[in-house]
């Protein structure tokens, strides 16, 4: 299981409750609620530094009414992770790896690609 994340400030090791992100052409700072997953050009705040914050002279601060409380730990496994993938390539694949076969020459007398050589770079490994 993965670890939470922890607030972007240098020497704080809270959790992270808020995500900051900066709107450059606006001169806006906004601070929201925890973002679903780490963004480039985004800094997760803990709960002080997130209501502590304050902007650059001449910016304006959104800042989220709403209670900021940690997230729950990710639920998911890296074996459930690599199915959701596999499933979204190919929502007919069985289950259960089938046995590897020998493929079929193809032109040329060339063996033709498997469905696995198309499908990309991701492959899930059946437990052992």
Not at 16 to 44: K, N
């Amino acid at each position: 299981m993965r670890s939470t994340r922890c607030c972007s400030r240098n020497g704080c090791d809270h959790p992270a409750v808020a995500t900051l992100t900066y709107i450059y052409a606006d001169s806006t700072a906004v601070v929201g609620p925890l973002a679903e997953r780490p963004e480039p050009h985004t800094y997760d705040l803990c709960q002080g530094h997130a209501h502590g914050l304050t902007a650059p002279r001449g910016w304006v601060l959104v800042r989220h009414d709403g209670d900021l409380t940690p997230a729950p730990p990710p639920a998911d496994d890296l074996l459930a992770l690599a199915e959701a993938v596999l499933e979204t390539t190919d929502p007919d694949r069985p289950r259960r790896s089938p046995s590897p076969r020998r493929p079929s020459p193809g032109p040329a007398g060339r063996p033709s690609p498997g469905p696995a050589d198309r499908r990309g770079h991701l492959r899930a490994l059946p437990p052992t």
